[in-house]
């Protein structure tokens, strides 16, 4: 299983956090499949994006309320099958990691 991970925190709620987060999936073409407090999952089906290979793609965000009016939101994006990641899973990455360097409220943890 080939997984890819990214954590970054902001100075907002947890609401606007999880919004933001529903917002990107609805961006990718993602779909929801389990809401819960602290932690959102969606899925993309074999083929839900034109340059995709036919296999699935699992995205688990968790969320951590931390002090001072901070979030930590943990990106877990894990395809089903085969040790190296594609291309499109890469940019999908790099697409997330730019647009959380464009949110004044939040940073990636992390280089």
Known sequence: MTSLFLSAHG?????????????????????LVHCQEGMLIAWGEPGWMPASPPQPLAVEVAFYTLEGGWVQARWNLRLEEGAA??????????????????????QIDGP
Do not use: K, M, Y
């Open 11 to 31: 100075r907002c709620g947890l609401q606007e956090a999880e919004a933001l987060v529903l917002e990107w999936f609805e961006t990718e073409g993602l779909e």
């Open 85 to 106: 990641c594609p291309s499109w899973a890469v940019e999908l990455f790099d697409g997330l990691s730019l647009l959380l360097r464009q949110e004044p409220h939040w």
